[in-house]
């Protein structure tokens, strides 16, 4: 018996390299940052976004659609964390968005099929409100998947999952440190097969839509906390790191070949409807090379690395605003679903539209499987 | 420098467990047996079915197919193996059935999306003529699948790609060995969240349709070669072992409550057309606890497991008739898709249909992304 055994090795996933990694030869980071880490096996991470198109929190339809996803979620299997988010959506329409996460895929198969928010997603009724609906799931094996955190006390995203733990690394703070992170990159490029194409107008409205991801598409959720900090660091972020932020969001807007296909600037609320100095951006690309390619080279991204040093620098320990990333370059096949969107919402205007048929029945947990004669 | 360096490890996965084994303590198995194994990482593996219904080799249709996938196959990013079957399909029809793999998935969707398979699949004729065509996609993660040969030296299947072994294994030989080869039931139990339901009948005849695949959905392909058999083996296949299978088939198919979907029974063809002692099933199942409970429990399983032991007895290393199979447990969430197919085609009883919009422009290689203002 081994007295000293210690605690069983953290979980994580690694190939031997065919391809090299980004780092260069003897890099020491400029500041100290921490990935994600689970005590059990978690071979796929599930996060699914659930959106309400057309009302925010100062909303009566917004508030409704919180309640009742937060019932949902006590269901059994539902996600072992959760977010509330609103923001302006990408088609200029204020939304609700709330945000889930499970790192058992089973348990979230289980939840989506056998949940109430099943029967009320199939309900003929949904597409034909006056708001949307919409669910962008991501199923991304723990090798497409990467994070970074500021900070090893605050937890968000993904990191709100149980049994987790934010440990130190030293893969950071140089160009193509994301992707060095991302177990996959030793041995597959992660490149897009195609770039999206302009599509003819289609009609959504009153739709029930789905489209089928590419492959490799890329999902950042990228944000910054700053609820609980000292008032100068606070006006530091909000006067001179929001700025510069937000420039190289409207940057990746504005640019059609920055390879992002769309972005969300989610503001945290609180349970009691008000915001919290805690955002996000959930921002689209068609492949990690474009993010990349703006990381690399566009001005307001090497402004906002630097200024991240050097507040780094002034407060060493001190530092209390947190930046973080959550990063996954997805398989490509499953489904992302919008149910009366409007037409430039989400991955809609890109790929061809699945359509549902409406007489379905819904697949109810206990029938017994029967084959046709 | 170590001179006894030997080759690198070959790639497995393996997760510490977290649910029991189902090895009988101290179990020797009753027979040798092999599994594949790469000397590369192959975190995903790619196996495509693609389907014409209506016509098998006997039919100008069925070759103009086969040859057509061939030249489409030598394109750039096509399949590292694949194999031409014919069969009686699960509605009574006759049918041509090719079998690709992939050991890359980012070739696969390089070669699905940018081949001329995909321009010929896309074309608006294609659910008009007086067939059908269809395609089951399985994206399965390596830790999701296994296999076994009762034979090191035949290659067939997933066994056909390149930079592979078959290793000797000792996971064999009692129930519940075939969950225990797959990595990830040492962490996951693989339940089906649901049990398909009986749905009205819907029109498919003319139809571009998809299914999503449900989590967790099952395919298996068994298989028998006695091609190269000596004259006594190849009689006692076909007089004893052959009809003991079809008796196992045949309760797969009649039983509504065992779980099976539906399946295919394989002839492989050789390039003159000629049908060859090389046979398998596809049998998709709604989860691995439906074959289980098959392989465990029907008298007719037991049957054949005895029947290959006999062999192996009595022919020792002479024994030349190969068994064998590969499994795949796949993550939901995928699509199936039949265009023009019989509404009793492979997953289209069980499952809501998806039709796609027939305005949308092929997505093509090289056109820049642009977001719509």
Known sequence: ?????????LFHVSYPRRIPARAPENHVPAAPRFSLRWRHAVPTLVSDYFGLQGAGQA???????????SQWFSEPNGPSAYEITTCIDETGRPATVVLAYWTSPSAHAAWSTGSSWRVWWEDAARPTEDVGYWREHLMCPYDRHETIYSDPNYRVGLARTPNSELVPITT???FGAARDRIPLSAVDDLQAPVRPSTPPARRTAGARLAVTIPHNLTVLRSGQFWHNSDPEQAADYEQNLRVKLDRGMDYLEQTPDSGCLYLRRLTNMSEDGTPRRETSIQAVFTSLADLESWAAVHETHLAIYRHA??????????????TWHELFVLPGGTLFEYLNCAENTGMLPYLPHLGRSPEFPLPHVGNTGSRPS
Chains 1, 2 share one sequence.
């Open 309 to 322: 040093i050097a507040m780094k620098r002034r407060y060493g320990e001190h530092r209390d605003v947190v």
């Open 1 to 9: 018996m081994d007295g000293n055994a210690g605690p069983p090795p």
């Open 59 to 69: 909303d009566a339809k917004g508030h409704e659609f919180v309640s009742r996803m």
């Open 172 to 174: 950071n703070g140089y």
